[in-house]
DNA sequence: TATGAATGAGCATTCATTCAT
DNA sequence: CATGAATGAATGCTCATTCAT
């Protein structure tokens, strides 16, 4: 049923469902949304959609292959930056980019993540956060007094997992009680407080 | 239609649908979850359930308040000693038992929070969080000297939002990269470390 | 199951489902009209209902049986006059106290009888029509000269089925083309046109 | 939802169902007729019903259509021939047809044609109503004479709706008291005789 | 006798998927 | 390859009827 597209044509439907299921996902949401929504949204007939996809749920997975590479792309492109900055920098140059990310097509992808949390929430989040460990570890290298952190993998997966969870929830909210300024510049300093702090604790004792 | 329950045998029927509903969505998730597997599951007919619920939305929405609830007065249980506690301890302390609530039951809640929070992020966090909210301001007003903290609403809702989302998906991975007390132990970290460095920062300048 | 009311208080419920029966389908229609509110608008469970009526149907029946009875009582009281009266005033008179009837209780019956007719159109105006008959031929012994009517059995059908339908249709209707007067004239002329030109056809050859 | 036919195919499947919908609702009434015995008097899957109708409202809607095209088809074939006539012979001509439309196919339209009136009383008969209006008036220009006549919008309306319902009530009575040829005759003669009476009573004073 | 909670068959409608063209 | 008509299982919900109290 479903064949890997080789040709060019082919390549451009499967796009076209992909942005389509986006389109529609937006929308409706993910549960109101139907196949022949998508492929209407996708200009091609219902049997088509079938070409390329084993099923509707495929769509949906691509959807979110789709979104986790665009995001990977953009913080490898980011990642140099990244690691020279200070922490705190650091973390508002992503979150920077991530909230633009978030917000593009009229929030295209911010509803859709909010969706997507649901059907599989390790496939979701998961290579980034992979990635953004790996970015941790990039920038701990270029900061060799970060080396005596301790738990950075623990810490790494509360920042994480929380920060990306906190800038979801806020643009997802209509009445949000902080400002997007106040919700970076606050993750910002969670972690270079935590790591000021650290770096102070475990300070070799003066002599 | 919907009938309120007075009797006591009433009252446990809509019991017993609200669990079948936990049970249901722990199961299959919210999407798969039908109105007859609820009747089922409660031991009821489909009509019975229309009985003492407007529509299946009316039984989510019961759910949802009959978490809340619990959380609710867990948290206003421990709010005393929370208050008391240093902020670390307290972070513990809450995790702990929010941890336990969680795994509760095979973890029914834990699999229905997932579920929970795309359908209506605001209406199923919202109140936990006002209530967190307060205890925060309850526990700054027992530690005068946290008075000079600044942002601390921002911080709040990063740490409340960061903190309930970091456990969820801890939880729910079935090979979660670090220990539950690894990541309790770091979320305390987090916050305390914060509120040190602030202090630090805000420190009167020493003669 | 149902039993006979032979109390009073029987008697007064069995009469309160079916006021209540005639208000229900007056309100929302027949085919909307479930067994709950006719038992709630009778002030009763709907437990009681089927102890005195064996099932819904049995509500209509005894609903079209109680508007028989009315109208037929109506009749009744009107014959001696009707029979006195010439041919055209008898028509306006059945017509005037018939068109009351039918708005009586805001055109409680009169919403009825157009939901009545798919039942059973025999047994509803069934009665109606055979005491109509009955008042026909009594008009006629009054009248002897009317003996010399031809087809008066078919006339009287025509006229009887033919005016009830137009009445009920005209109240019915919320844009009638011609007024509730001009229509009762209307069908008292037709009638005594009728006769008029059957006695004119059938005279004796004047000498 | 649903499509319009323009294929061949499609619009045969929209006839069948059309035809199914009046023998479901001539064998068990229009509220006992579902969507699965139309579908399956079709001859296709419930799901296809929906590619061609909105609801099921949609195609009772269609079959009223339907109907009342063939009855507008009959009455503009047989047009002028009517005007033609005396009125006493148009009536019986109109009535012949009318009778043998309502008898065709098992009695369906005639079964449907009782079902239909009370469900909208208007969009039923009207189209038909004012044609007959038409064609009265039609045939009062052929016969000037019959300029004379008063009341010629309140007397067609009496004459088309009783007419109407008499037929349909006779035909549809098991055990008529008068055969369908007193029917008619006595249509036409109350017709005749209301005319020949009116113009009796309006004709000039002889000198 | 009166009740109303419980029932479940039945309904209209949707939609992922197939397959003949 | 592309199509879209056809399908029917599945869903949310209703309501006449029963029966334990």
């Known amino acids: 049923m479903a064949r890997k597209p080789q040709q060019q044509r082919s390549k451009a439907t499967v796009d076209a469902i992909i942005q389509a299921g986006f389109i529609c996902v937006a929308e409706r949401g993910i549960v109101a949304t139907t196949t022949r929504h998508i492929a209407d949204t996708a200009g091609i007939g219902v049997g088509s959609l079938y070409e390329y996809f084993k099923d509707k749920e495929a769509v949906f997975d691509a959807m979110n292959q789709r979104m986790v590479e665009e995001v990977v792309a953009m913080l490898q492109t980011l990642a140099p930056?990244?690691?020279?900055?200070?922490?705190?920098?650091?973390?508002?140059?992503?979150?920077?980019?991530?909230?633009?990310?978030?917000?593009?097509?009229?929030?295209?992808?911010?509803?859709?993540?909010?969706?997507?949390?649901?059907?599989?929430?390790?496939?979701?989040?998961?290579?980034?956060?992979?990635?953004?460990?790996?970015?941790?570890?990039?920038?701990?290298?270029?900061?060799?007094?970060?080396?005596?952190?301790?738990?950075?993998?623990?810490?790494?997966?509360?920042f994480i997992n929380g920060g990306i969870f906190s800038v979801v929830r806020h643009l997802s909210d209509p009445n949000p009680p902080i400002s997007y300024e106040e919700l970076t510049q606050g993750l910002a300093d969670m972690v270079s407080h935590y790591v000021a702090q650290e770096l102070l604790l475990t300070a070799p004792a003066p002599r």
């Open 81 to 158: 930056q990244i690691t020279r900055l200070p922490i705190g920098e650091a973390v508002k140059l992503i979150l920077s980019h991530f909230g633009d990310f978030l917000q593009r097509n009229d929030q295209r992808y911010l509803k859709c993540s909010r969706q997507a949390m649901n059907i599989d929430i390790k496939d979701y989040v998961g290579p980034i956060s992979r990635l953004l460990m790996e970015i941790v570890m990039q920038h701990v290298m270029h900061h060799p007094e970060h080396m005596r952190l301790r738990h950075i993998p623990a810490m790494s997966y509360i």
